[in-house]
């Protein structure tokens, strides 16, 4: 290409500039790398246009030019088949070389920069092709329809962020301009914390209403620079282009944090939704698109970990645990159709007689290959995959048959204590499901002790009342477990109704020696 000083146009030239991100979007690949998009064929008649386009650097790598030359035509700004945001300076001259037509010549426009204007590209270039001269009605139906079409294919219908597929599209664009320019990429995966409960709680009209306040707010709050995406039900995406250091993605997670301590007006109350938010960066996490967002995947569960409300940069040893969890997770799904679950009984003895006075059923899973896994890794999986209830409810059941079988054979009847997840007490119908368990196996309530949490109970507190109450109608008793390690605040234990406190070990270790842990158990 040669290039020169500015010059006025000349007569049958153009000067008009396609909007940049419409001209990117016909590309496939690296726009930068690409040649002649597209021609269309001469014609004399006013409502058809001659054009092509091509892409190359000047000054700034990321400028797009539009190549426009015909013999007679005068069409206006804004005639042309796409929209046009005005008029370019002409840089210099080019020859377009197209394999199934002669060496032509063309002016180099500058074209503006403006707002995302997203196109089907395939399907826009398979266009220009099949019709060489189109009227440029025609275009703009066209046009019109792939615009639509686009909305429907790139954008998610609850939020109106772009969705996964355009994400991993404008994330594979940044890293490609991040390699030229030699700047940095951050990746931001945005998790609601515990949404699923929320949104079963809520209802979906309101789950969804918070989705799309979830995203306005996310949109709010990070620069206007960056792209917001929903990637998951519950998950979104943040990329920053050319932050300058890693302190800059961290004060745009700390700003997420921030901004989600607010709470959300639901339905005409109050609800507090926090997030999670796992960080990965190009180049020091790698340079494919895809395994950086699983990196920050991977970074969010780790933030979940740690007790949500959190963020997290991703590291090697941190996407190591990730694939073995998702490993356990999947074979979590199969454990009890594999009769891999089985359960240790442990007594409850009462220290001034000797005699025991109940057994704490436990679960365990011995995997075939990996062995005795713990509970303490196993269980947080299970709730987090959504099949927490399921294996509740095996444990329930498996219980009682073995009660029923000791008592078959000639044991005297004692209590059995059982643990019940988070997610189970959000069941509404959890009671209906306990009492059916029970007919099924014909156990009594009056020998069936639940364990509950602190921090299960202040989930919802009026809605667990309710429920335990209703529990204690049917006979079972009700203990609050491992008690100081959560709110450990009494005035607020005494609004529920229940049976027994377990005191957590920590305290119980130091009771023979510490004064102060002897006092608070006493």
């Known amino acids: 290409m040669r290039t020169g000083p500015r010059r006025e146009i000349e007569d049958g030239e153009f000067r008009v500039a396609l909007r940049m991100t419409l001209l990117c979007a016909i590309l496939g690949g690296d726009p930068m790398q690409r040649g002649l998009v597209a021609t269309l064929a001469d014609a004399s008649d006013s409502k058809r246009i001659a054009a092509g386009a091509v892409l190359f ?178 998950g979104f995406g943040v990329l920053m282009e050319e932050p300058r250091e890693t302190h800059d993605i961290a004060a745009t997670a700390e700003q997420i944090l921030a901004a989600f301590a607010r709470p959300f007006v639901l339905g005409g109350r109050s609800h507090y939704v926090t997030v999670s938010v796992g960080v990965s960066c190009f180049p020091q996490d790698g340079s494919d698109p895809d395994v950086l967002l699983r990196s920050a995947e991977s970074a969010t569960g780790n933030a979940q970990a740690a007790g949500g409300n959190a963020y997290r940069f991703y590291s090697s040893e941190l996407y190591a645990i990730a694939v073995d969890t998702l490993h356990l997770r999947n074979a979590l799904r199969q454990a009890i159709e594999r009769r891999e679950f089985h359960l240790g009984f442990q007594p409850r003895v009462d220290v001034s007689t000797g005699r025991i006075r109940g057994m704490e059923v436990l679960l365990r899973w ?13 269980i947080p999986i299970a709730e987090q995959a959504g099949i927490i209830d399921t294996i509740g409810e095996w444990v329930l059941r498996e219980a009682c048959l073995q009660m029923q079988a000791w008592l078959a054979s000639g044991l005297k009847p004692f209590r059995l204590a059982v643990n019940l997840s988070a997610r189970q007490l959000r069941r509404a119908d959890l009671a209906q499901r306990i009492a059916a368990i029970l007919k099924e196996t014909d156990f009594s309530p009056q020998h069936l002790e639940l364990e509950i ?23 079972i008793l009700i203990t609050l477990d491992d008690f100081g390690m959560e709110y450990s605040c009494l005035g607020y234990l005494k609004q529920f109704p229940l049976d027994y406190m377990k005191i957590d070990q920590a305290f119980m270790r130091g009771v023979p020696k510490e004064r102060d842990d002897a006092a608070i158990v006493k």
């Open 57 to 234: 650097e000047m000054g700034d790598p990321g400028a797009t030019m539009f190549v426009v030359k015909s013999g007679e035509l005068r069409i206006q700004v804004g005639d042309l088949v796409f929209e046009v945001v005005g008029a370019g300076g002409v840089v210099g001259e080019m020859a377009l070389l197209d394999e199934e037509a002669p060496v032509r010549s063309a002016t180099v426009i500058a074209a503006a920069d403006s707002e995302v204007v997203e196109v089907d590209r395939a399907r826009l270039l398979r266009l220009l092709r099949e019709h060489p001269a189109m009227t440029l009605e025609f275009c703009r139906v066209m046009v019109r329809r792939l615009r639509k079409t686009t909305v429907l294919t790139y954008h998610d219908s609850v939020t109106g962020l772009p969705n996964r597929f355009r994400f991993q599209e404008l994330c594979r664009t940044a890293v490609l301009r991040a390699q030229r320019r030699n700047t940095m990429v951050g990746l931001l995966f945005v998790d609601l914390d515990h949404f699923q409960s929320v949104n079963e709680s809520l209802g979906f009209a309101l789950g969804d209403e918070l989705l799309h306040a979830a995203a306005v707010r996310l949109r709010e709050t990070v620069d206007a620079g960056h792209s917001v995406a929903r990637l998951l039900a519950d």
């Open 366 to 378: 011995t995997h075939p290959e990996l062995g005795l896994i713990p509970p303490a890794k196993f």
């Open 453 to 475: 949490t602190e921090s299960t109970l202040m989930e919802d507190p009026g809605r667990a009342v309710l429920l335990l109450q209703s529990l204690r109608r049917m006979g």
